[in-house]
């Protein structure tokens, strides 16, 4: 049973004569918007519209929407136009100011096409963006979903969230937001399982993909990070909270003057652990962190007092890893003095200084092996 703000958008391939016919001549669950009063001039409010097709040359302004289930449907919403979010939060109903569009409890549901979603989060970055979540598409409770070939940009805060979600499949989509943008995480998955994401290009304010509490068998795979803080597993264990994440490949990726590379965060205090975690064929430029463990993050306007208890990170392999740092020290083993890092290797690495001089490693409380040529030369215990 569908509860709604806004349905569906539309299952519609392309504008080509032959599909013009078939919407026009009254074919089955297709409608044009266009034919029901939406103006698609990016003014008027055109999501009172229950049904949508987005097509090509107009651009639609759609206030906060909802696709609730459950629903098993085989159900495709097909953007080819372009949809914009209302352009301030105060167009926002205080209730609705958690995500823009959102999908619930939906199965076999794919987003595709070749049009844009804006969030024009520009007015959103300059308030409390942080403790004001905002995803421009939120997912929860899906099973069987699949996003490819369109643009997000300008996202109020996360681009995409992934939440409580199995069999995710995130293909040859872009996503864009200026590098100052704060918090607006391109990819981010909580709570879910069996995601993939591929050929990904993906520019933001925050990190390119983040992985949450909860979340294995994830894969990232031939995508392109940067600008951005790269990709990060965590933060986990916040508030004293138990965390886990396992299962993570991360393989033929290009990282480009990012802050960190790849890293995964974890708070003191917390439990659980991130486990079997593989980085792997990874070609980094000007990144400030290439490789960065931090078992002691607080995000925080005061310091964190030292906890006795941590997130156990273990088992996380590094796999010819390559290019150049931003800074001194490519590679970070920051880890717990009272549950250290443990089963780290190293394969294949070699990391120099943008500037052309030799980068240096950093370890504390970090056990592991390294092979073949490791440069910075390793500090593994």
């Not at 100052?180 to 993906?202: L, Q, R």
Request: include cysteine.
């Amino acid at each position: 049973m569908w509860e709604f703000l806004l349905t569906i958008f539309v299952i519609f391939p392309s504008l080509d004569s032959a599909r013009t016919n078939m919407i026009s001549s009254g074919e089955p669950n297709v409608f044009n918007v266009r034919q029901f009063n939406a103006r698609g001039d990016g003014i008027q409010n055109d999501t009172q519209d229950s049904v949508f097709l987005i097509p090509q040359s107009f651009t639609f302004l759609i206030w906060p929407a909802s696709f609730k289930g459950p629903c098993k449907s085989n159900m495709t919403m097909q953007i080819d136009g372009t949809i914009v979010a209302p352009g301030s939060p105060d167009q926002y109903e205080p209730g609705q100011r958690n995500s823009w569009i959102s999908i619930v409890k939906l199965t076999s549901f794919s987003i595709t096409g070749i049009g844009t979603i804006d969030g024009r989060g520009q007015t959103w970055w300059n308030i409390s963006c942080k403790h004001n979540p905002s995803p421009a598409l939120w997912v929860f409770g899906s099973t069987g979903l699949n996003l490819s070939g369109i643009r997000i940009q300008n996202s109020q805060q996360m681009n995409v969230a992934f939440v409580s979600c199995h069999d995710v499949i995130v293909a040859r989509i872009r996503i864009e937001n200026p590098q100052n943008s704060p918090n607006t995480d391109g990819i981010h998955i909580e709570s879910s399982m069996n995601v993939t994401i591929e050929h990904a290009a993906i520019g933001t304010g925050d990190d390119c993909v983040s992985i949450g509490s909860g979340s294995s068998n994830v894969v990232i795979r031939d995508c392109e990070c940067g600008p951005g803080h790269g990709i990060s597993i965590g933060s986990l264990g916040k508030g004293e909270s138990a965390a886990y994440v396992s299962s993570v490949l991360v393989h033929r990726l290009q990282i480009n003057g990012t802050m960190n590379g790849l890293r995964i965060k974890t708070w003191q205090g917390g439990r659980g652990s991130a486990s079997n975690i593989r980085f792997e064929n990874v070609s980094m430029s000007g990144v400030a962190n290439p490789i960065i463990i931090d078992q002691n993050y607080c995000d925080a306007l005061r310091p964190c007092s030292p906890q006795g208890s941590a997130v156990q990170v273990k088992s996380v392999e590094y796999l010819h890893i390559r290019g150049t740092s931003a800074t001194a020290i490519a590679t970070i083993f920051d880890c717990s003095a009272s549950l250290p890092c443990l089963d780290l290797l190293l394969h294949d690495i070699n990391l120099t200084q943008s500037s052309g001089a030799q980068a240096s490693a950093s370890c504390s409380n970090a056990f592991g092996v390294s092979s073949g040529s490791v440069v910075p030369a390793s500090c593994l215990v």
